[in-house]
Nanobody
Framework: VQLQASGGGLVQSGESLRLSCAAS????????IGWFRQAPGKEREGVSC????????YYSDAVKGRFTISRDNAKNTVYLQMNSLKSEDTAVYYC???????????????WGQGTLVTVSS
């Protein structure tokens, strides 16, 4: 499965963005999807993930209450709605497909190319 992350950009602190992760080559119906990010000079960290059915979602403490993950299997796309953005959210965001739904990156088999989110304070 090929993943394409999009929706990044430059926003001011407090604003919102919605990232999309579109899949091709295979259905996302069989995969949990995770969003990860990597800021300059820092290790990659798990942000959020969603189960195959969409009924289970998980968030890191850093984004809980501000970010919402969702999926539309009919469109083969997963979304990450990011509200109340902070400067510390600045990073390249990646989506990944795998199993089980976890915020740990080694569990994921397929990765998108990343989309840059820059939040100015």
């Amino acid at each position: 499965v090929q993943l394409q992350a999009s929706g990044g950009g430059l926003v001011q602190s407090g604003e919102s963005l919605r990232l999309s992760c579109a899949a091709s080559g295979s259905s996302l119906d069989y995969y949990a999807i995770g969003w990860f990010r990597q800021a300059p000079g820092k290790e990659r960290e798990g942000v959020s993930c969603i189960s195959v059915s969409g009924r289970s979602t998980y968030y890191s403490d850093a984004v809980k209450g501000r970010f919402t993950i969702s999926r539309d299997n009919a469109k083969n796309t997963v979304y990450l709605q990011m509200n109340s953005l902070k400067s510390e959210d600045t990073a390249v965001y990646y989506c990944a497909a795998g199993w089980p739904p976890t915020l740990t990156s080694p569990e994921y088999d397929f990765w998108g190319q990343g989309t840059l989110v820059t939040v100015s304070s």
